[in-house]
């Protein structure tokens, strides 16, 4: 049987040659969120699951977000409103308002403004806590006193950003909506009645279901990126810092990411 | 090795497998990066015996429990706990041989999101069979008795000063009743009057649950009280070992630099 050669160049050598420093760290760093993302799934069928810890991180992620989303969606629809108001009066073609606004707001703006929120508070926050947990050497206390912190830190925190998020986002569509009959009735008169009615009516199935879609993978992104940054920050207290801005950057870019793949496919599947 | 005390591999060797010994290292090595930090440590713990390692920081003390308790993972070497091979354990199994080890963190570790009682339930509630809050009850209140801190309870760890996060991170880890403890700089940061009581919990700590501990220090009143043999450990490795009395009349410079610095 013919032996490998032992001057074989293996591919870690050429990429350790070839690629530039700042390309091979990139590529470590997509290798250990890899193992994240697997060590994630492995955890979340492991038995035990922790409740109270999920429900305490709903309540600290969803509820106490709920105001900040409000306050921006009802902002985001008046402004949007107020802004498209003249030029479509200039067409006649005033009576589309809601309808353009609606759909704008289901498809787009919505899920994409309150997960940029999301990525901003809540994946900072996690960030900030979970270095600061790792700083401090309780992750270590975890694990060497035969717990699983995986299980009650990361799984916990994940699985409460995609489910808390979608839902934040459709309140933030509710509001949006409020905002922009109220933009509607600061130049002219419409009823609640007829403006619903007319987003309603334009609002379909091929709307809402990519945006819930959407909002899903944004939720696991803000949670999954957040918990990443968080739990594999160096021990420093500089580091505490960087995890949190780095956390924000990362998962707001992703998703955009996510945004412009899931355009792409439902533009092909509808 | 200082010459004048004992140990060589070779004695290491002959006592390979011995029920007498709680843990056992041979030739342990350990590197970050370029930066040799354990290199060739050899050492066995005997059952219910305290052990201390003195070093000066950045000597690979801490790097040595964390290798001990699995927290990070030796380049090389043999490293038995209870007799099994650390390395070879899968995740579950190491789990397992965690509950058994207790380790006091530097600063204590406690899960500041959690008070007193909460940082004490989290480990039994994660065992695979959890007690019930009935069964908790009395557990908890015999490990804050032993540490004198029963009335802390309900508080939170940022109400408590740093002795006393010290007795609740030992506190912490007694309630699992481990076999073997290991103390990162137990005293650091704290009063000598508040060292002292540490020093002393430690003691009563290995006469009441007969433990086996590793304490690594480089406070030298709390060596004097709480060692059975000490080890002295210079740029990850050690230099001698041997008994407070026969090391602070060591012929070594350094080792003798510890004591020295005492009187």
Redesign the interface.
């Known amino acids: 049987m013919s032996q490998p050669s032992t001057n074989k160049i293996t591919a870690a050598e050429i990429i350790a040659e070839y690629l530039p420093t700042s390309f091979q760290n990139f590529l470590i760093e997509l290798g250990s969120m890899l193992q994240f993302f697997i060590d994630f799934f492995k955890n979340l069928f492991k038995r035990g699951f922790e409740w109270n810890a999920f429900i305490r991180q709903c309540f600290e992620v969803g509820y106490r977000s709920i105001g900040l989303v409000s306050l921006t969606a009802f902002i985001m629809g008046l402004v949007m409103t107020l802004q498209s108001q003249p030029t479509l009066a200039n067409f006649g073609a005033e009576s589309w308002l809601p309808g353009m606004v609606s759909i704008s707001i289901v498809r787009e703006i919505g899920p994409v403004i309150t997960s940029l929120l999301c990525a901003g508070k809540i994946a900072s926050s996690i960030g900030a806590e979970l270095g600061s947990m790792k700083v401090t050497e309780q992750i270590d206390a975890m694990e060497v006193s035969g717990s699983n912190p995986m299980k009650y830190l990361v799984v916990t925190r994940i699985l409460a950003t995609t489910l808390t998020i979608p839902l934040l986002v459709i309140l933030s569509d509710a509001v949006s909506f409020c905002g922009s009959w109220v933009a509607v009735n600061i130049n002219s008169t419409m009823s609640a009645m007829l403006f619903f009615n007319k987003i309603f009516a334009t609002i379909e199935y091929e709307d809402l279901i990519p945006s819930f879609i959407k909002s899903i993978l944004f939720g696991f992104a803000v949670g999954f990126i957040g918990c990443y940054k968080g739990y594999n920050s160096n021990k420093g207290t500089e580091s505490v810092g960087v995890a949190a801005n780095s956390a924000v950057v990362t998962s707001s870019i992703s998703i955009f990411l996510i945004d412009m793949l899931v355009v792409q496919i439902t533009n092909l599947l509808y | 090795m200082d010459s004048a005390i004992k140990t060589g591999n070779k004695t290491l060797e002959n006592n390979v497998n011995s029920p007498e010994y709680v843990l056992e290292i041979e030739h342990l090595k350990k590197s970050f990066d370029d930066k040799q930090v354990l290199n060739d440590i050899s050492l066995k713990l005997k059952k219910g015996e305290n052990l201390v390692v003195l070093g000066k920081s950045g000597h690979g003390k801490s790097v040595l429990i964390k290798c001990i ?3 990070l993972t030796p380049d090389a070497g043999i490293l038995k706990v209870f007799n099994k091979e650390i390395t070879d354990l899968n995740k579950d199994e190491l ?2 041989l ?2 058994r ?1 207790g ?1 006091l ?3 204590s ?4 999101s959690m008070s007193v009682r909460e940082n004490l339930e ?2 039994l509630q ?2 695979d069979e ?1 007690l019930s809050k009935e069964e908790l009850i009395p557990l908890i209140e015999e490990v804050l008795e032993a540490v004198g801190l029963l009335d802390a309870i309900d508080k939170m760890p940022s109400d408590l000063s740093g002795g006393m996060r010290k007795r609740i991170g030992l506190a ?2 007694l309630i ?1 009743k481990p076999a073997i403890m290991l103390y990162d700089e137990p005293t650091t940061g704290l009063d000598p009057i508040t060292s002292s009581e540490i020093s002393l919990l430690i003691l009563d700590i290995q006469k009441k649950y007969n433990t086996s501990s590793i304490i690594i220090t480089h406070d030298m009143a709390c060596a004097k009280v709480t060692n059975d043999r000490i080890m002295v450990l210079k740029e990850g490795e050690f230099i001698a070992e041997g008994s407070y009395e026969a090391l602070e009349n060591s012929e070594d410079e350094f080792v003798r630099s510890f004591f020295e610095s005492t009187n």
């Open positions: 308790v699995g927290l789990t397992e965690r509950r080890i380790f963190f530097q600063n570790a406690l899960y500041d989290f480990p994660r065992q959890p912490r880890t699992l």
